[in-house]
């Protein structure tokens, strides 16, 4: 299992440290180093400006929000990134959800999948450059339909430096996780647990058994943002986390509409994620964080003293998660990656 570090979304600011944290990763032998944008920092600007400090780890992004741009603009970016990392590059890709889609965007939110699809695939067309791009879907068309007229199909003037660039996609329901290992090289699952990996299992299996997927299980990639506290009380550990999960569970989507909350159900929280939205869309928060059970965060993090932490390490190396994706700063790196072993 290899190790990530992400950085995630900036609050008020960029994030305090991250060039140091970065650093500490390549030193330290990780694997790949990620950002993150939501509706204020991008995320491929601060990859470009700390990824040019370094010289081996994989430059991904978790995620870049495709109501954001246009197909063609992502693709730009990401031929552009890739050049310029020497093909270090991964694409990763997310639809987001409603509030920010069509409240921040100004996009509909309707059919993400299917807009999922057609997104990927003028992706993966632009950066082929086999021939000028066309494209007749229903959410994208290139050149547009009922505009001037005077739309030209066109193929991008910069030469990819790999004819595919790696792209993984963001997903929580088991449509959209198929959907990822139908058409995608990777998956960025939020809140994986050791117990939900039959339920993924399956709904992965499933993308892969479609015709023309374009990985098997052995050749797909899966990297899980996990928490990882080091700390000899596991109560004041599980406290470092539950601000966060209360966030996602109770604030991160509509009352009826929060894909974070319904992963939870599905895990068997039901009823402590509705309590938790009704707390936190009440202004509550720290009631919310604190109505969270230990068990819930221990079920979606490694969390405690380092020896528990290598012993629970065992059930998440028999999932199907390739890479975990730790976040801190350096000296939390160290630390982690010591506790990790």
Not at 100 to 129: C, D, F, H, K, S
Not at 187 to 193: D, G, N
Not at 292 to 298: G, K
């Amino acid at each position: 299992m290899k190790l990530g570090y992400h950085i995630g979304y900036w609050s008020a600011g960029p994030p305090e440290g991250a060039p140091a944290a970065i650093r500490a990763a390549e030193e330290l032998g990780f694997d790949s180093v990620w950002t993150a944008e939501g509706y204020g920092s991008d995320a491929l600007t601060p990859l470009a400006w700390w990824g040019a400090a370094t010289e081996r780890l994989k430059l991904g992004t978790n995620i870049v929000q495709m109501s954001a741009r246009t197909p063609t603009a992502t693709a730009m970016a990401a031929m552009t990134l890739d050049h310029l990392s020497g093909g270090r590059f991964i694409l990763g890709l997310g639809a987001s959800g409603p509030q920010v889609v069509e409240g921040w965007y100004g996009q509909p939110y309707p059919r993400p999948l299917a807009r999922t699809r057609e997104y990927v695939e003028i992706v993966r067309r632009v950066v082929a450059r086999r021939e000028p791009v066309t494209f007749d879907g229903n959410a994208y068309q290139l050149p547009l339909r009922g505009g001037t007229g005077l739309g030209k199909p066109l193929r991008s003037t910069v030469h990819p430096l790999r004819p595919e660039i790696p792209i993984y996609l963001a997903a929580e329901g088991p449509k959209n996780v198929a959907l990822a290992a139908e058409i995608c090289d990777g998956w960025l699952p939020l809140f994986f647990s050791p117990k939900s990996d039959p339920f993924y299992r399956q709904a992965l299996a499933e993308g892969f058994a479609r015709p023309g997927a374009r990985r098997s299980a052995a050749e797909f990639e899966v990297a899980a943002s996990v928490p990882v506290i080091v700390h000899d009380d596991v109560e004041t550990a599980a406290g470092f986390v539950k601000p966060s999960l209360a966030l996602y569970i109770g604030g991160m989507g509509a009352r009826q509409v929060n894909f974070h909350k319904d992963v939870f159900a599905r895990l068997g929280y039901g009823d402590v994620a509705e309590k938790v939205q009704e707390l936190y869309l009440a202004g509550r928060k720290a009631e919310a964080a604190a109505a969270i059970p230990t068990a819930l965060v221990e079920d979606t993090s490694l969390i405690g003293p380092p020896a528990k932490i290598r012993e629970e390490l065992a059930a998440w190396e028999e999932t199907v998660v390739t890479t975990l994706l730790l976040r801190g700063n350096a000296a939390t790196l160290r630390r982690v990656a010591a506790a990790l072993g």
